[in-house]
């Protein structure tokens, strides 16, 4: 067992005796080195090994490669599966890159055979290097800067900073056999074009470039561990019920509030594609603007203002409900509510939700509705009307509520907002004759 491969796992403490672990072997360099080394370790500490191999489906050799690590495996007598697919085709079909296609075909892989287990990757220092320059190129933020880390959820990445000049030292001295992918010497993937071009030309500037990658890095993940710890000192302030409280979001810095706006998106919108320094900052600048206005983030996402508060939604098909429903005495089951009508009733008692009316003054037949463009409304104790629009806004409504709330009203206006007001228009007083009792069941 080589001693860099040891002091790494002692160094992490997360591999323990009897431990059921699931080690992704392709059978290039990296991976067998990662592969023997467990073999050494399974038998020190009674390992239930897996291994689990992917044929990406892209190359003739690929066949050869998936041949090699089965054979390993059972001169170790270690269980393997394998599996074939076709990573060019998912590309398409998804629109997405073949080095994305390969990673989340490769993790679903090792997920489905991984139960209980611990997934362990042979990600090396190199390959740390190669992720923050790729990051670096399409204009990372410093927790990119971080790049990969030696374990999240259930991956493990043993090798992590181990360089790859050390894993084929070993491997050369100790005479242990491996595969070499030949695409991994074509430039054809940005990775392989960075690991080919670029970084050989940057080590003409400075010989220890991949050192000063590493170095970068370690200093990121100070930064975003500062970061973390003043977004977590402020985060359930500043998010409420997964609404963004505006007058707690400033009393916070600038780049805090952002932060903390992201770690809002990543942790409720994580598969929405919508985590962008533009919408974190358009975002943020909504505290800004007046109420109503909104923003699309993409993936069918909106966010709002609404008064004191930014929210995020998925956007629905807006669908306006023109249906009137007309009410009788009695109990009427309506999709808008249960509503109840009765005249004259004895002691009963207003509220928001069971009202009275002067019956003599309504005009037609009773209906119940959602608002319409061009609703007017008297509000009680107000001469002349306004606006339903406007009502809503000083009464600080909603967006989506004011959609929602059910309206009482007679041929020629608006009686009732349910929950709400009751009408000037339609008001008791010293000349009624007759009461209408509304009651709102539901």
Same mark, same amino acid.
């Given at each position: 067992m080589d001693?860099?491969?040891?002091?790494?796992?002692?160094?992490?403490?997360?591999?323990?005796?009897?431990?059921?672990?699931? #080690?992704?072997?392709?059978?290039?360099?990296?991976?067998?080195?990662?592969?023997?080394?467990?073999?050494?370790?399974?038998?020190?500490?009674?390992?239930?090994?897996?291994?689990?191999?992917?044929?990406?489906?892209?190359?003739?050799?690929?066949? !050869?490669?998936?041949?090699?690590?089965i054979n390993k495996c059972r001169q170790e007598n270690i269980k393997c599966v394998t599996k074939s697919v076709n990573?060019?085709?998912?590309?398409?079909?998804?629109?997405?890159?073949?080095?994305?296609?390969?990673?989340?075909?490769?993790?679903?892989?090792?997920?489905?055979?991984s139960k209980d287990r611990l997934i362990v990757t042979a990600h090396n220092a190199n390959d740390r290097a190669e992720t923050i320059l790729q990051r670096i190129i399409r204009g990372t933020g410093i927790n990119g800067l971080v790049s990969?880390?030696?374990? !999240?959820?259930?991956?493990?990445?043993?090798?992590?900073?181990?360089? !790859?000049?050390?894993i084929e030292k070993y491997l050369h001295d100790n005479d242990l056999d491996y595969v070499n992918d030949e695409t991994n010497f074509k430039e054809i993937y940005t990775r392989?074009?960075?690991?080919?071009?670029?970084?050989?030309?940057?080590?003409?500037?400075?010989?220890?470039?991949?050192?000063?990658?590493?170095? #970068?890095?370690?200093?990121?993940?100070?930064?975003m561990n500062f970061i973390d710890f003043e977004v977590d000192k402020y985060y359930d302030k500043v998010i409420c019920d997964k609404t963004i409280l505006i007058k707690n979001l400033e009393d916070v810095h600038e780049f805090v509030g952002r932060e903390i706006i992201r770690k809002f998106l990543e942790t409720n919108?994580?598969?929405?594609?919508?985590?962008? !320094?533009?919408?974190?900052?358009?975002?943020?600048?909504?505290?800004?603007?007046?109420?109503?206005?909104r923003l699309d983030l993409g993936s069918n996402i909106v966010a709002r203002r609404t008064f004191d508060k930014i929210s995020l939604e998925e956007m629905e098909k807006e669908t306006k409900d023109t249906e009137k429903v007309y009410l009788k005495m009695g109990l009427n089951k309506t999709k808008y509510g249960d509503f109840y009508l009765e005249l004259n009733r004895q002691k009963d008692e207003s509220t928001v939700f069971n009202i009275m009316l002067d019956y003599g003054k309504i005009k037609g037949s009773l209906c119940v509705r959602y608002r319409e463009n061009g609703d007017r409304?008297?509000?009680?104790?107000?001469?002349?009307?306004?606006?339903?629009?406007?009502?809503?806004?000083?009464?600080?409504?909603?967006?989506?509520?004011?959609?929602?709330?059910p309206i009482i009203c007679d041929e020629e206006k608006i009686l009732w907002i349910v929950g709400m007001d009751i009408s000037e228009d339609a008001k008791i007083d010293s000349n009624t004759c007759e009461i209408l009792h509304l009651e709102v069941k539901k």
């Open positions: 001693s860099l491969f040891l002091k790494s796992i002692e160094k992490s403490n997360l591999i323990k005796p009897n431990q059921k672990i699931t #080690l992704a072997v392709s059978g290039g360099t990296d991976s067998m080195y990662l592969f023997y080394n467990f073999v050494d370790l399974g038998k020190k500490l009674n390992l239930d090994i897996l291994v689990c191999h992917l044929n990406h489906g892209v190359r003739e050799t690929a066949k !050869r490669d998936q041949d090699f690590v990573m060019n085709e998912y590309a398409k079909k998804n629109k997405i890159s073949s080095e994305d296609a390969g990673r989340i075909l490769r993790y679903e892989f090792f997920r489905e055979n990969i880390k030696e374990s !999240r959820d259930d991956i493990y990445r043993p090798l992590i900073d181990i360089t !790859r000049d050390d392989n074009k960075i690991r080919l071009s670029l970084i050989p030309k940057l080590k003409e500037y400075n010989p220890n470039i991949v050192s000063s990658l590493l170095r #970068l890095s370690e200093n990121a993940r100070d930064a919108f994580k598969n929405c594609d919508i985590v962008t !320094r533009e919408n974190i900052i358009n975002i943020y600048n909504l505290k800004e603007l007046q109420s109503g206005k409304f008297s509000p009680l104790g107000m001469k002349g009307t306004k606006k339903l629009k406007d009502y809503f806004i000083d009464r600080k409504v909603d967006l989506k509520k004011r959609n929602t709330t």
